[in-house]
């Protein structure tokens, strides 16, 4: 089973990107482009 999931950026905190993960994986972490702050930034799953 899959489940969406909502990726955050740590510097502003803007919800950017949703995505989906198997239901047991560990937290997602990934270096994404944040238009907000007009850089790559790590970006993690939301709670």
């Known amino acids: 089973m899959r489940e969406k999931v909502i990726l955050i950026c740590q510097d502003c905190l803007s ?7 198997k239901k047991g ?16 930034t790590v970006h993690k799953q939301s709670k």
């Open 15 to 21: 919800r950017n990107y949703v995505t989906t993960t």
């Open 25 to 40: 994986d560990p937290r997602l972490e990934v270096k994404k482009y944040c238009p907000r702050c007009n850089k790559y």
